[in-house]
């Protein structure tokens, strides 16, 4: 199919996962600060470090979880599930009255997120057409930034003391986040299950009748087809664990230590600066709590337009060119504005103005990473492929917001560099096993992909 009006809004009704994703972490980010007063629940910035890994470490359970769950009950099921409990442990979240609930509740809505991840790259590289999966994937992926935009533009309001006294603003906060999600919801009822999906699980009748659906939509709308080409499949229906570590470990390992490699290096380095932004502008640089918010700004617009302008180039360019190209200038742009934040060159404005150019490109590597993974695995077990390495790389990377907030505890610069240092050079030796292992996926089927 050419690219249609039914498409976008398909992509609109399920990327806006990654909006949601943004809104969180951004939320906690800015939050930080506030939720360290004494009028809210008086966190260290260890605490707070402790409470952002409870996120990262339910994301892994949800992925695990949920995405053996959209293998085998497929896509459109899971799309409700995982969004109705990320909405109602978010609303609770800001209902906590102590460390101990916040934690719990972290640790659900993270739950959420993490199984929407596997149903929905599942299925958005199922419904988009292979010409131009590269740059729509990225383009969606990078969206997570508008919803950090978003979340700091929300919390610059309620956490006004004009508006909404402390200790109530950083309630309304997640309450906010949970009425996008109900939003969401009705906007997500009339997305298809995914074709492919029903027909390796023998459902061939209901794949002829929704594609034949989607014709109508697509036709009324007033899309064009282009050349149909045929394709032999074989059905397989559900998986067991033995199959999908045979694919992993001996059908493609190559493409397994490629996707683990990707998805722990941009996991690790996101997960670093991202939780502990807020913290570092406040500690380092005396950036009022109230005002950290518009420092997220400049910032999230940076990661939103990576993805964006970069994508068609791993459509045109290639994959095997582009991916170690973005991830190892990654590398190199982190280190250099470590150095100079250590050589006190930096302030809270040119601070923001090299993290802004380093995500600018680290951005576009990070979406490479999630459409590596979802594009190079069997249909019949995508879902599960995509949770098993965003489980192992979110828990993995999972200890940097720790790390940090204990660095940043310890108000030492030269640790701070240390950890900059370490999260380049995963980013780095990504981008040689990218250049290595990488295949040329552009322009082509996902059944052609995973024929090789």
């Known amino acids: 199919m050419g690219w249609s009006r039914w498409h976008r809004r398909v992509i609109i009704a399920l990327g806006i996962t990654w909006i949601l994703d943004g ?27 402790f409470a952002n890994t409870a996120y990262l470490i339910g994301q892994v359970i949800g992925a695990l979880v949920f995405g053996h769950l959209t293998d085998r009950l497929g896509r459109k099921k899971l799309f409700l599930v995982t969004l109705g409990l990320y909405l109602v442990a978010t609303a609770l979240s800001g209902l906590s009255p102590n460390l101990g609930v916040f934690v719990v509740f972290r640790l659900f809505a993270g739950a959420g997120i993490g199984g929407e991840y596997s149903a929905i790259n599942s299925a ?21 930034w508008v919803g950090v935009a978003l979340g700091a533009g929300a919390v610059a309001v309620v956490l006004d003391p004009d508006i909404i006294p402390i200790a109530y603003g950083w309630r309304v906060a997640f309450g906010l986040g ?12 009339h997305v298809p299950e995914s074709p492919r999906w029903l027909l390796m699980h023998g459902h061939v009748k209901a794949a002829h009748a929704t594609v034949a659906q989607i014709e109508d939509e697509v036709r009324e709308l007033g899309g064009t087809f282009g050349e149909i080409r045929a394709t032999r499949l074989r059905v397989t229906g559900p998986v067991d664990l033995r199959y999908l570590m045979h694919v992993l470990l001996v ?77 190892a200038l990654s590398g190199v742009l982190l280190v250099a504005t470590g150095l100079l934040f250590v ?17 600018f490109v680290a951005s576009a590597a990070a979406s490479s990473a999630y459409l590596t993974v979802s594009e190079l695995f069997p249909v ?5 492929a995509i949770a098993v390495f965003y489980a192992f790389a979110t828990l993995v990377g999972a200890g940097a917001p720790l790390l940090f907030g204990v660095i940043i505890d310890n108000d030492s610069p030269m640790q701070l560099l240390a950890g900059y240092a370490l999260s380049a050079g995963l980013m780095i030796i990504a981008a ?21």
């Not at 809104?23 to 939050?31: D, G, Q």
């Not at 050589?343 to 995500?359: E, K």
């Not at 040689?432 to 090789?452: F, N, P, Q, W």
Request: aromatic residues 10%; proline residues 3%.
């Open 23 to 49: 809104l969180e972490a951004s939320l906690v980010t800015n939050l930080g600060p506030t939720l360290k007063h004494a009028e809210t629940l008086a966190l260290t910035s260890t605490e707070l470090g």
């Open 124 to 144: 958005i590289d199922e419904l988009v057409p292979a010409r131009i999966r590269g740059q729509v994937d990225l383009a969606i992926n990078g969206s997570y």
């Open 178 to 189: 949970s009425i996008l999600g109900i939003a969401i919801i009705f906007v997500r009822r």
């Open 251 to 327: 059908r493609y390992p190559k493409r397994t230590v490629l996707g683990l490699t990707m998805m722990l290096a941009q996991a690790f380095l996101y997960n670093s600066i991202f939780f502990s932004y807020g913290q570092i502008l406040e500690k380092f640089h005396h950036v009022d709590a109230r005002d950290v918010s518009l420092y997220i700004l400049p910032f999230a617009a940076g990661n939103f337009l990576g993805p964006v302008l970069l994508g068609r180039m791993f459509d045109r360019v290639g994959r095997r060119v582009m991916i170690p190209a973005t991830f």
């Open 343 to 359: 050589g006190g060159y930096l302030d809270a404005v040119t601070q923001t103005i090299c993290w802004s150019v380093v995500f």
């Open 380 to 384: 019949e077990l995508r879902g599960m």
């Open 432 to 452: 040689i096993v990218a250049r290595v292992y990488g295949v040329d996926a552009e322009g082509r089927s996902l059944e052609d992909i995973t024929s090789d």
